[in-house]
């Protein structure tokens, strides 16, 4: 049966119709009568989670509104306000209750009747969360919620002018892909002087955060912020061990593909050699791509672009708009990065993102929208926490889009060659990724194995990360002192501490759904709407099981779907 994109808000029966979260003292009641209330049967038990749903949808949902607001606008101090009281005086009170609340359901002798097909991975989060809980922590997190918001407010500022006019560094971006040498050259060092001028913020930023989670660690009992952070994130299917395999078989197995692509684009340029400014450029004569002329025409091309794919994705996209669920366009004053927010009591979730018609934007816009139609799938599920998914499934669902989507191009591009210009990027992006996936994971290791390195420490040790991953095929001269703060572009270090690898692990998915989709459209995309309507009901194997895919990390897996990858490259 095709599924639904025609979203319904979840009914409240728990909470008043007309409820909206102002304070604590609003919410509390709510909260007191769940702690309070007696299960005495199994269907007791179930209506009890559904009302813990239906609390935690709206309250999730009202951070979660504060929080698009003020990446929308980080100019208005009153939407600022608004998420700093969330995070400051609505959140550290939840905790005591939701970890209440959790030993409650693991307490009670009807949890063992619940079905476990279902509630397995519900209630292995649950004992997670019991065990990482600390009443010292709760004030902590709070500050770090606050805390980790400056980034987007110290990025959001960044500006450069270019002709006289001035641009965001989003926007500022598509003139390294102008055809102009000087210009590209020229752009691209008013960018990285841009964000020298805040490299001392940003590493006391980095460092105060640092500071502040390392002591959540060890107030929980763990050595160091890594080992939690995996627990927190719930990686039960792997290890840090895992992970350093993967960082090897980057080397092993992409960064020749990488030096190749490099080689190719110097070749192609008739370039001595290969600059950092080069890498996004194309030959004289030859003009940068523009798939899109602003936010609106990027979303007409993208409904065309899904609805060939699926109608349903593109009934999804209408009913985010019908809904005013999207904010596109790159601007001062808007926060950095892209990203879908999903919205647990109304369903269909917003998309946020910097657009400044490069093809780049396409494919966060597709990336986003996989996410989105993740949501929409999800929705359905009876309660909020069985649509918590894994990252490492979220990120297939994106990653995939992007590569199912590209033989639909045509929506954005008349013309043949172009066509083919677009899709060369986005295979090129899909391996030239893998080593910065893998110096950012690296990195992020060393950071909270060693939280009291000095600045100086951190730039020596980024560096050699930085050089072990290193392309030889583009030509850094004179360039270090840029090098050595390019962390500081990595939202995810500031604001989701290691989610990263993420990307990589679900890249590979991503791929092996392509090689499906590439054989069989139809059943690739069976199985990716089979796998993401599960949301995170099953375990990370289990749910790549559902996609058809392998859940492996290991240097021969990542070497065949490589070889796939140039193979299609080589048919362009």
Known sequence: MMPNAAIQKIPRSFLPINFTVTDWASLEPFFIALTERSINSKADLEQWLKDISELEAVVSEDACWRQIKMTCDTTDPSLEAAFTFFCMEIQPKLQPYADLLNKKLIASPFTAQLDQSLYHTYLRSVQKSIDLFRQANIPLQAELSVLQQQY????????????????????????LESSNRAVREEVYHKIQERRKQDDTPMQDLYSALIAKRHQIALNAGFENYRDYKFK??????????????????????????????????????????????????????????????????????????????????????????????FDLESRKGKAPGGYN???????????????????????????????????????????????????????VASMAMELFSMNHWDAFFDDAEELKRAKTHQLERTITIFPWIAIIDKFQHWVYENPQHSVAERTTQWM????????????????????????????????????????????????????????????????????????????????????GLEFNLTPDYIKTLMEFVQTQMNQL
């Open 152 to 175: 987007g407010a110290i990025a959001g500022k960044m500006t450069v002018t270019v002709n006289n006019t001035e641009y965001t560094l989003q926007q500022a971006a598509k003139f």
């Open 232 to 325: 927190e994130l719930g990686r039960f299917d792997y290890t840090k061990e895992d992970c350093f395999q993967f960082h090897d078989a980057v080397k092993q197995h992409v960064l020749p593909l990488v030096n190749e692509i490099y080689k190719a684009k110097k070749i192609k340029l008739s370039l001595p050699e290969l600059k950092p400014w080069d890498t996004e450029a194309e030959p004289a004569g030859i003009a940068a791509l523009k798939p899109f002329k602003d936010g609106n025409d990027l979303y007409e091309k993208s409904v065309q672009c899904f609805e060939q794919m699926n109608p349903f994705f593109a009934d999804c996209l209408r009913k985010m708009k019908e809904l005013n669920h």
């Open 341 to 395: 927010c999903p919205l647990a009591e109304s369903g269909a979730p917003f998309i946020f993102m910097n657009a400044a018609g490069q093809m780049s934007d396409v494919t966060t816009m597709v990336h986003e929208g996989g996410h989105a139609i993740h949501s929409f799938l999800a929705h359905p599920l009876p309660l909020s926490a069985f649509k918590e998914y894994p990252m490492e499934i979220a990120e």
């Open 464 to 547: 050699l990360i930085l050089n072990e991953f290193f392309t030889n095929a583009i030509d850094y001269t004179g360039l270090d002192a840029y090098r050595a703060i390019g962390w500081q572009r990595q939202l995810h270090l500031f604001e989701v501490p290691f989610y990263y690898i993420e990307y990589g692990i679900a890249q590979l998915g991503a791929i092996g759904l392509w090689m499906q989709y590439q054989a069989n459209p139809e059943q690739a995309l069976k199985n990716y709407m089979n796998a993401l309507s599960l949301g995170g009901t099953k375990t990370l194997p289990e749910l790549y099981q559902a996609a």
